[in-house]
């Protein structure tokens, strides 16, 4: 952002002047008075009307309380003449402070968007490999023998063909792009087939890797 002007400056001067006010008039409240004696407009950038002081001050603990927010927001509202404007107040009293703090909510932002995202990931991967889990449970409690080596061997080679044919569905790039949340829904099958069988998972991951290959 370009820097305003002075006669912009000023306007926000005379602006933020009435709004403190009128909040005067609204709340008997000397601490509060004080701390908006300390704060100065910084900017008016589309509805937002921007707000700051100097680190270090104890002004945000003085005008954090609810009802006092509230009251700021309607005498910002009043004196511009518009219901769509909202009231922010910021650390700092540059237009780079405010600066600053719009890059940092945009990363907060895009932070909870891909935790969003990714959440939605593992939920529905989980439930894909959920469904496979119990395919290869219910196979193990139908497998006849499953106490000799060879009733394990037949539970085994079915067990990797549902594995097999989940894996080209849900995973298709197993082999050559690992992914981690796919990565852990496969895994925990394998592992659990092992208990099964009584095998090294790794082993039984490597007999599937092979015929994903063929």
Do not use: C
Request: charged share 30%; glycine share 6%.
């Amino acid at each position: 952002m370009t820097e305003i002007s002075d006669e912009q400056n000023q306007r926000l001067q005379e602006l933020w002047a009435r709004v403190v006010d009128r909040v005067k008039m609204a709340l008997i409240a000397p601490p509060v008075w004080r701390a908006l004696e300390r704060t100065v407009p910084v900017v008016w950038e589309g509805d937002t009307f921007v707000v700051g002081f100097r680190a270090g001050d104890s002004v945000s603990g003085q005008l954090a309380g609810f009802e006092t927010r509230l009251a700021i927001e309607k005498a910002v509202r009043d004196v511009i003449g518009t219901e769509t404007v909202t009231y922010r107040l910021i650390e700092g009293d540059t237009l780079p402070d405010w600066e600053y703090v719009k890059a940092r909510d945009l990363a907060a932002t895009t932070g909870q968007q891909q935790a969003v995202v990714r959440s939605q990931k593992e939920t529905a991967s989980a439930g894909t490999w959920d469904e496979v889990y119990e395919r290869v449970a219910r196979l193990w409690t139908a497998a006849q023998f499953r106490g000799q080596a060879a009733g394990r061997s037949r539970f085994l080679h079915s067990a990797l063909d549902i594995l097999e044919e989940a894996t080209n569905r849900f995973y298709p790039d197993a082999i050559t792009k690992p992914d981690d949340v796919q990565e852990r829904g496969l895994s925990r099958v394998i592992e659990r087939i092992a208990s099964y069988t009584t095998s090294d998972a790794a082993l039984i991951g490597v007999l599937l890797f092979d015929r994903l290959k063929k």
